[in-house]
């Protein structure tokens, strides 16, 4: 049965705290997705090192970040869930896939001249080379779909054209992986500057709802979203794009439509619409919270997972980058 489902692979960097833009984006959607498909799922030091880390951070916020995966319900006995420094093919078979990924295609990368602009001190090959990694991420676990917030899109493309283009030169060894887009909340907004993503890397933390902030920090920071002059809650993002943000945010929380929230709202005033919208964050990230600080203190626990995640991972990952070796003409013993 295991066999017959399609793989489900995604990662998240263990950078930062996560915020309700990862957690609408990415990790929401894996706990739904988890018993329909054959999930592989990884905390991303490698990425997260493109960018230059503290490495008592890094270390605390790899562990932070796997509790957080199983408190937000992701069972680490249905699904493989592992770090992926842990697990070598991910360096080695990144190796095999740069001699085939061009450098203007790199440079082209938006996040690449995004990420740029921001560390010009660091411009380093890590950061440029950052979605051959991710596509050797992909590939090694012969991934069918990759749900994945839109500002990964181009990455997954480039993932697809690496792939394609090595079976063409050999014979079929990738699987062609599929992005998938959730149609509410692949991109939810800042709230200060709603046109921006929500980053956990924001310079102005306002504008980034955490999923540790407490009760009053998650309402004071909706109270002050930025909304528009028309007291009007509906779903507009061309015109409105801070109220409908604030909607999406709203529907994905209280698990109702965009339809359901915008007749919830009709007549109200956005005062009472942004204290409504912290309040369903605030009450679904209490519990999750709890249970990420009752994970965090076994770390014996945490590390049995790490372990038992890199050795079923290590066991697919192999087999494909095996498969590469011999198809590209490295002697094996
Ligand atoms: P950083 O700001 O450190 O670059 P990030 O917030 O973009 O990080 P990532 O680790 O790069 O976070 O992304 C983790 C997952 O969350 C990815 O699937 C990404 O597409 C998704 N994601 C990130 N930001 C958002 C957002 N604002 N809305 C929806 N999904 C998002
Ligand atoms: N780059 C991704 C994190 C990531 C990822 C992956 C996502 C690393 N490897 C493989 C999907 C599949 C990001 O979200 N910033």
Redesign the pocket.
Same mark, same amino acid.
């Given at each position: 049965m295991q066999e017959e489902r399609k793989i489900l692979y995604?990662?998240?960097?263990? /950078?930062?705290n996560? /915020?309700i833009?990862?957690? =609408? #984006?990415?990790?929401s959607n894996w706990v739904n997705l988890q018993s329909q498909y054959d999930c592989v799922f990884a905390i991303?030091n490698m990425?997260?090192i493109t960018?230059r880390q503290n490495p008592a951070e890094l270390r605390k916020n790899t562990l932070s970040l796997l509790a957080l995966y199983i408190a937000c319900g992701i069972d680490p006995q249905k699904c493989v869930l592992y770090l992926q420094s842990h697990v070598p093919a991910h360096a080695e078979l990144a190796w095999v896939l740069n001699t085939f990924t061009y450098v203007g295609e790199m440079e082209r990368m938006t996040?690449f001249k995004d @990420?740029s602009a921001k560390h010009a001190d660091n411009i380093n090959m890590g950061l440029m080379d950052y979605p051959v990694l991710m596509a050797a991420d992909i590939l090694l676990y012969r991934a069918d779909v990759v749900?994945? #917030?839109?500002?990964?899109r181009q990455h997954l493309e480039i993932t697809r054209d690496i792939a394609v283009r090595f079976n063409n030169i050999y014979s079929p060894t990738f699987t062609v992986p599929e992005g998938l887009y959730m149609k509410v909340?692949? @991109? =939810?907004?800042?709230l200060l500057e709603p046109s921006k @993503?929500?980053? @956990? $890397?924001?310079e102005n933390a306002n504008g $980034?709802v955490f999923l540790s902030d407490d009760r009053d920090t998650i309402i004071r920071k909706f109270r002050r979203a930025v909304t528009d002059s028309e007291a009007c809650v509906k779903y507009d993002p061309e015109n409105k794009p801070g109220v409908s943000n604030l909607l999406s945010i709203y529907s994905v929380f209280s698990g109702q439509s965009i339809e359901e929230c915008e007749r919830r709202f009709e007549g109200k005033g956005y005062g009472d619409f942004k204290l409504a919208v912290g309040e369903v964050v605030a009450d679904k990230l209490a519990p999750i919270q709890t249970e990420q600080a009752k994970l965090l203190a076994d770390k014996a626990y945490l590390d049995g997972v790490l372990k038992d995640g890199a050795e079923r991972a290590a066991r697919r990952a192999n087999r494909t980058l095996s498969k590469v070796y011999k198809k590209i003409g490295f002697y094996q013993l």
């Open positions: 995604s990662a998240v960097q263990p /950078t930062n996560l /915020t833009g990862n957690y =609408i #984006g990415a990790v991303a990425h997260a960018v996040q @990420k749900p994945v #917030g839109v500002d990964q909340g692949a @991109k =939810i907004g800042d @993503k929500m980053s @956990k $890397s924001a $980034s």
